[in-house]
C-alpha cells in the first residue's frame, strides 16, 4: 500500500531564507509525483508536476526534484517571501490513476 | 476552461439531512476525485472515477455517503442522513491521469 509522508509538519523560517521540503513514499512505482500549494480557507493549487521519467522541474523560484529509487521528492524554494506563506502538500499517481498525498507542511515565513 | 466547479461553496444542514454536494470536472478530464479534509484526517480520499465508472470507494466512510457519475460532466457526493461528524471541507478534483486539478470546495457544517 502506498503510503506519503511529509517531514516537517511546520516550519518557521525568516524572510530570504532558501528552504527545503520533504516528501518520501513507501513505493517507487509511481506514475508522477505533485506538488501542491493550499492557502487557509482554499483549495489545492498544482505548483510543479514530475513525471517518473524525470529528475525535476523548475518554476520562477520553485525546483522540485525526484528521487524514484530512494522514494524522496524535495521542493526547493529560493528566497522565501511572506506570500510563500501556505500548506505545501505532496501528492503521487500510481497506475491505476489514483492520487495519494501526503499529510503537508505547513510554511510560515516571517517578515 | 473555467476549472473544476463545485456547488454548493458552503453548506450548513441539520443533523439527520440529506447533503448533496456537486462537481463539474474540467472538461476532457477523465478522472473525478472525492476528498474530504479536516484537521484531525488531513486530506482524505473517498472515491474516483475513471470513464464515469467507480474505480475505488475504498475511502468512503460508511454508508451514508454516496457518490455518481451519471456523465463525464458531472458527478454527485450526498450523505443521507448527514451527522455532525461529516462536517468538513469537500474536494472534488479532474485530471488525464496526469495533472490534477481541484475545485474551490464545499465547506459543509452539519448541527
Known amino acids: 500500500k502506498q503510503e506519503v509522508t511529509q517531514i516537517p509538519a511546520a516550519l518557521s523560517v525568516p524572510e530570504g531564507e532558501n528552504l527545503v521540503l520533504n516528501c518520501s513514499f513507501t513505493?517507487?512505482?509511481?506514475?508522477?509525483l505533485q506538488w501542491f500549494r493550499q492557502d487557509p480557507g482554499k483549495g489545492l493549487t498544482s505548483l510543479l508536476l514530475i513525471q517518473s521519467s524525470q529528475r525535476e522541474q523548475t518554476s520562477g523560484r520553485l525546483n522540485a526534484s525526484l528521487d524514484k529509487s530512494s522514494g524522496r521528492s524535495t521542493l526547493y524554494i529560493a528566497a522565501s517571501q511572506p506570500g510563500d506563506s501556505a500548506t505545501y502538500l505532496c501528492?503521487?499517481?500510481?497506475?491505476?490513476?489514483?492520487?495519494?498525498f501526503g499529510q503537508g507542511t505547513t510554511l510560515q515565513v516571517k517578515p | 476552461d473555467a476549472g473544476v466547479i463545485q456547488s454548493p461553496r458552503h453548506e450548513v444542514t441539520e443533523m439527520g439531512q440529506e447533503v448533496t454536494l456537486r462537481c463539474k470536472p474540467i472538461s476532457g478530464h477523465d478522472y473525478l476525485f472525492w476528498y474530504r479534509q479536516t484537521m484531525m484526517r488531513g486530506l482524505e480520499l473517498l472515491i474516483y472515477f475513471n470513464n464515469n465508472v467507480p474505480i475505488d470507494d475504498s475511502g468512503m466512510p460508511e454508508d451514508r455517503f454516496s457518490a455518481k457519475m451519471p456523465n463525464a460532466s458531472f458527478s454527485t457526493l450526498k450523505i443521507q442522513p448527514s451527522e455532525p461528524r461529516d462536517s468538513a471541507v469537500y474536494f472534488c478534483?479532474?485530471?488525464?491521469?496526469?495533472?490534477?486539478?481541484f475545485g474551490q470546495g464545499t465547506r459543509l457544517t452539519v448541527v
Open positions: 478534483a479532474s485530471s488525464l491521469g496526469n495533472e490534477a486539478f
Open positions: 501528492a503521487v499517481t500510481i497506475y491505476t490513476g489514483k492520487l495519494i
Open positions: 513505493d517507487s512505482a509511481i506514475y508522477n
